[in-house]
């Protein structure tokens, strides 16, 4: 049921067979999750982290967090004040106290914008448009090595030269990277509170070699068992996929103990990863509609995995539709050197109308109308 409300659930995405760990697997993550807390809290104390964290209770470096972040983290509390009797998931307007519908086109700046992030975000843009969404840009950029500025104004300039127009978000390289590090701290402050509720994670610092020696190129269970603290540097942070855990998403159902195994949500050099930090960002912004590629299927596995562990549910209730990929003419799947020129897609009329056919023909396949 949608959490305070006693109303079913929409989105047909569900969690089944989902096995409980036996209860000494529980004493165990536990253990860890507590050494974790308490062994990342004095290791930025020591390296006076540049990440606002802790600064007294955990409560004042959440409510820290969510002043930086200019609101974000107020959803769990609004969605518990609101109206009784109706879900309200969702992130409220600026004006009016009106609860909206919400979607997002999230790019990675680890290259300019190629052809099929300008498709996928033109659909999105159709979607809010045709079903009175707000649009948010929320542009991933949390691995400093890769994100550099000129990717990201290559994002908003060319979004903007498409004609797509957010309600939320960044508008400036400036703005982006002012917000980064209170990101990571809002992203670590969602991990304290789930470890502290029982999230089954663990710390590991397996070699490269022998995370490529398992099927899943994860953690063969060696680490689980150890109860190690997690140390910055030397060990990342896994969440427990217990066997038989099989999420449904859409009607296809991924088994992901099988294809993804334990996964990372903190990484080895202290930043949330990718599955855990969007979906953390998702709720937070109150997502209620996610447009995404194909091969993100497993992705949206995981994340429905974690939604699970999270204070609000709401990810879970999301409208989630996966598009086709951007194939070749003989029907293969073009790889991201191939989609992205060494210098952006160049600004031509040509240009503008190849996007808008792709768009066109993947918001076909997911019920979506491009004009």
Known sequence: PTPG??????NPVQLVGVHEPSSS?????????????????????ARGS??????????????????????VGWHARARAEGPRGRSCHGERGARGGRW????RVAPTPSGFLHVGNAANALVTSAWAMDDGLELRLR???????????????????????????WTHGPRTVVECQEAR??????????????????????????????????????????????????????????????????????GEAVELDLVLGDFIVWRRDDRPAYQWFSVVEDTDHGTTHILRGEDLRVSTAAQLYLAGFLPDAGFLEADIRHH??????????????????????PRSPQTREAIRRWAVELGGAVGVKVP
Do not use: F
Not at 139 to 164: C, N
Not at 324 to 345: E, F, I
């Open 50 to 71: 540049t990440l606002p964290l802790s600064h007294g209770s955990h409560e004042g470096g959440t409510r820290q967090a969510e002043e930086i972040l200019s609101g």
């Open 25 to 45: 697997a529980c004493a165990a993550v536990g253990r860890v999750a507590r050494h974790t807390v308490a062994r990342r809290a004095a290791v930025r104390r």
């Open 5 to 10: 409300t006693g109303a079913p659930a929409t």
């Open 181 to 250: 590090a209170a990101r990571s701290t809002r992203a670590w402050d969602v991990l304290e509170q789930a470890l502290q509720a029982g999230m089954p994670a663990y710390a590991c610092n397996c070699s490269r070699r022998t995370l490529a020696a398992t099927p899943t190129h994860g953690c063969p269970g060696d680490c689980r068992a150890a109860d190690r603290p997690l140390d910055v540097g030397e060990s990342a942070l896994r969440i427990h996929v217990p066997p038989g855990t099989t999420i449904d998403v859409q």
């Open 100 to 103: 909206a519908m919400q979607t």
């Open 324 to 345: 086709p990929l951007v194939l070749d003419d003989a029907g293969l799947k073009l790889s991201k050197s191939q989609l992205r020129r060494a210098s952006g897609l």
């Open 139 to 165: 542009i991933d950029d949390l691995d400093d090595a890769r994100a550099r500025p000129e990717y990201i104004e290559d994002i908003l300039k060319l979004l903007d030269w498409l004609g797509i127009r």
